[in-house]
């Protein structure tokens, strides 16, 4: 245990955030020197208010099964490898869960019950960016290979994951991408405010020195059929995501200034990046000026409200259909699950205004038929279904409306349908206990799979079917499976 008496002497702190009026002038990280520099003053204590539990319920939060107390102790003794080999166990990608994770670790953590939970997730951070500071990062190349051969679809979190868990057991790896540089939503999608894209950068070198290739630019079910990988590779893993996105059709929906988030996202961060907006030459989507409406209020909504800001957006406000949830645990979400509260990000410091409880009935343009207003109405719960409240419609000024809400699966047209998979009674790919599709020698592993989900059960998804890849190509495996495919978060 690390200090026994820590989770009642010591109150639980954070790291402070680079001032509003600074950080929204640049697309650097909201955190001075990056999240993991910025908590090294306060990091040893903090993890010193870990209890060691009997039965740490931090670990029925993390599906990666990260060996939490471990590693807190071991930072509070300041034994800084140590705790890195430990963090390392379990987790690929650490700097990426540190920084975009929303911890359902913490919501689980046993001293939460009745104080405030240790802070898992900074901990998590400081260990691996020390480590990257320090240069205890190595790549770990396999001693020998085994002359098998796969192909992963999908470079972003799960991917990634199942790739470099295959190369390390001497398997020959291509991941194959579709955009012109490898990270999936990672790259694209996550802005460069959230989390700088050279923790990316730096974790491909690394599989790169391994040994994985990465060939990007290739469209898997155009530029190579689906039957062609088959026969190419001795396995084949899907990590092509679930994205399919969620569209409003209401009245109005043809106007232009209508965009998906990720039409919007992406662009702004190829620009972060130095990159051109397009690669097709087409004007880039900005909030420069502009009204900006976000029609969702989750993190990705949060992640335009921030990269509206950072363009000078004239006003901006995130619309959600449900009530606001408030601080406080709902008594229907107990400990140790995750609770749906009122969360406040980074992005939310800066600007905007969020509403809740309301319904988008019409889109309004103006004569050239661009948007112009989104007209709203209030709902409520009545015998649990949201209705409208009369007379409570208003008229919201918008020349920018992005789309933030969620994904309904993965693109079928192409590979999916050329491959010949199966799907799900929810339109995802459905597989076996071992992550295998219908299709043999097929694997899936992600939200391909397992639906819209977090960055946390993608990596362990990608570690466990890389399990089920290595023991179907060699027999069996010492390979990792932290979750089997039907696992889920847990509920009451």
Known sequence: MADPRGFI????????????????????EVYPGGPGRAL???????????????????????PLGNLIPEWNDLVWRDDWDEALDRLHATNNFPEFTGRLCPAPCETACVVGINRDAVTIKNVEVSIIDKAWDDRRVRPEPPEWLTGKTVAVVGSGPAGLAAAQQL???????????????????????????????????????????????FRTGVQIGDTLTGSQLRDRYD???????????????????????????????????????????????????VATGKDVVIIGGGDTGADCLGTSVRQGARSITQLEIM?????????????????????????????GDRVYSVSTKEFI????GHVSALRLVEVEFVDGKLTEVPGTEKDLPAQLVLFA????????????????????????????????????????????????????????????????????????????????????????
Request: glycine fraction near 10%; aromatic fraction near 6%; charge should be negative.
């Open 9 to 28: 002497n010591t109150p639980r702190q954070v790291a402070e955030r680079r001032p509003v009026e600074e950080r929204v002038n640049d697309w650097n």
């Open 167 to 213: 190369t390390r057991a001497g398997h020959t790896v291509a991941v194959y991408e579709r955009d012109d540089q490898p990270g999936g939503l990672l790259r694209y999608g996550i802005p460069e405010f959230k989390m700088e894209k050279k923790q990316v950068e730096r974790r491909i070198e690394q599989m790169e020195r391994e040994g994985t290739v």
């Open 323 to 351: 009530p606001n949830p408030g601080t406080d645990r709902p008594g229907h979400q107990p400990w140790p699950t995750y609770p749906m509260t009122y969360r406040v990000s980074s992005a939310h410091e800066e600007a």
């Open 365 to 368: 343009g103006d004569d050239d």
């Open 235 to 285: 396995a084949v893993v899907l990590a092509i995501g679930s994205t399919v996105r969620r569209d409003l059709p209401v009245p109005g929906r043809e106007f232009s200034g209508i965009h998906q988030a990720m039409e919007f996202l992406p662009q702004a961060n190829r620009v972060a990046l130095g990159e051109p907006a397009t690669t097709d030459g087409s004007d880039q989507i």
């Open 40 to 62: 090294l003053p306060i990091i040893t204590e903090q993890a010193g208010r870990c209890m060691d539990c009997g039965i740490p319920f931090c670990h029925n939060g993390c």
């Open 405 to 492: 809400m969620g994904f309904t699966g993965p693109q079928t047209e192409g590979l999916v349908d050329q491959l010949g998979v199966e799907l799900d009674e929810r339109g995802n790919i459905a597989r076996d206990k071992k992550y295998m599709s219908s299709v043999d020698g097929v694997f899936v592993a992600g939200d391909a799979g397992r639906g819209q989900s977090l960055i946390v059960w993608a990596i362990a998804e990608g570690r466990s079917a890389a399990a089920g890849v290595d023991a179907y190509l060699s027999g069996s495996t010492t390979l990792p499976a932290p979750i089997p495919p039907t696992a889920r978060p847990l509920t009451v």
